[in-house]
């Protein structure tokens, strides 16, 4: 098939699948989408078991789709860059201590603990997995998904607070996350030592790299629109920012997610007090909240139909549901230790907060993505099905009760603190 026809494939299923959601399943949409997506899957994976060619057809389709391709180096930048452009800023700045230790502390804390709980669990299971390759499955499952908790917490009416600490966090963690994991990946396929400096010098490259890179271009894409008054222009010079600063970004071997979430920062914040008129602001926010929808609809169903392609076995379904409360439970511990000790500092958090970050901090396509990234063999299968278990729970079921959650603890989900 071409890239058009795999385009309008994707784009079909996940009309059809927003229209029956919308119709009749009325869970909130992105979740209803990757869950009609997966029961899809899950009816042609049962008919392949009885002998039945469709599945097989299905399955060579999808395969045909280089997921980690089409999400790293082509929907991401619009995805971070779109929820990055209503975040605002000042509150951002009034959580940066705990969004920075969960951001970057956190990421790394999380990678060591789930990888000394992996191996201990496929030692018990008596499966082969290797040290680095626990340490990588810790490092692509740590980092909560941008994409996941920006499109639920929207609709969902959250505590300010609370909301900003979650896709703040999110939204940075996630390219911390990725320069852990191409250190390990890097010595995994044996192209560097690890070596302290090694470590710095990617680190600083990737994540500082990313951040000037995104604050170079944030200013440029300012002065540029501070000099125009035609919204059209305007909106194709965001549009030039997100996808010429990706490409530069990863042309340069620089954190593109970084600088896409920088950009966005500015152009929603400074970008849009001073550069841009009432009628700019209205048709920018159109436009990127349009782009923001199609694609995560898109996502969500493709991140569904990657069920279909998966190498399940016993012991990879095992590893997986084991996977579940291990990362949930590491997620509690990274969560309890800053909000504990910056409570004793003197920041506000509302009541129940270590659990409502907990809970709130959904895994999504990232880390299926980078699953995909690892190389080849019977390590990736068992790793992959093991993400793609907790990214399913994660989305679905911490999704789906999120709300009801916080209407407990906060007794009213219009609560802004």
Excluded at 89 to 97: A, D, I
Excluded at 246 to 275: D, E, F, Q, W
């Amino acid at each position: 098939m071409t890239i058009f026809e795999l385009t309008a494939l994707l784009i079909t299923v996940a009309a059809v699948c927003g229209f029956l959601n919308e119709k009749y399943v009325r869970m909130p949409t992105t979740i209803g989408l990757m869950f009609i997506a997966s029961v899809f899957s899950m009816g042609l994976l049962v008919l392949g078991a009885m002998g039945s060619g469709v599945a097989g057809a299905a399955e060579q389709m999808i395969a045909q789709i280089d997921f980690e391709e089409a999400l790293m180096k082509g929907m991401l930048c619009f995805l971070l860059f779109a929820g990055a452009l209503h975040m605002n800023l000042e509150n951002l700045l009034s959580k940066f201590r705990i969004i920075s230790f969960m951001a970057t502390i956190g990421v790394v804390l999380s990678t060591l603990l789930v990888g000394a709980a992996t191996k201990g669990v496929v030692t018990i299971l008596g499966m082969d997995l290797s040290w680095i390759y626990c340490l990588l499955f810790g490092a692509l499952i740590s980092p909560t998904d941008p994409i996941a908790v920006v499109s639920l917490l929207k609709k969902m009416g959250a505590p300010k607070s609370l909301e900003t600490k979650i896709v703040g966090e999110s939204l940075f963690n996630d390219g911390v996350g990725v320069v852990v994991f191409l250190v390990l990946l890097k010595v995994l396929t044996g192209t560097e030592p690890m070596t302290a400096g090694f470590v710095a010098k990617l680190f600083i490259q990737e994540a500082v790299g990313g951040v000037g890179i995104g604050l170079a271009l944030g200013y440029i894409g300012y002065r540029m629109l501070k000099s125009l008054d035609n919204y059209s222009i305007e909106v194709i010079v965001t549009l030039a920012l997100v996808m010429g600063g990706y490409a530069l970004s990863m042309k340069l071997h620089v954190s593109g997610p970084l600088a896409m979430v920088v950009i966005g920062l500015m152009m929603g914040n400074i970008g849009r007090v001073m550069a841009m008129s009432e009628k700019t602001r209205e048709h920018l926010d159109t436009f990127w909240e349009l782009i923001d929808e199609i694609l995560n609809a898109i996502l969500f169903v493709l991140l569904g139909l990657e069920l279909i392609i998966l190498k399940l076995s016993p012991q990879s379904i095992g590893f997986g549901l084991i996977a579940i409360p291990l990362v949930l439970t590491i997620r509690l511990i990274c969560v309890w230790l800053p909000v504990s000790l910056l409570r004793r500092m003197g920041d506000p958090f509302i009541p129940h907060a270590v659990k409502l970050l907990t809970w709130g901090g959904l895994r999504g396509a990232i880390s299926v993505a980078l699953a995909l990234a690892l190389p080849s063999g019977k390590e990736r299968e068992l790793i992959l099905v093991a993400t793609y278990c907790v990214v399913l729970f994660s989305i679905i079921v911490q999704g789906l009760t999120m709300g009801r959650l916080l209407e407990k603890t906060t007794g009213n989900l219009s609560v802004k603190d």
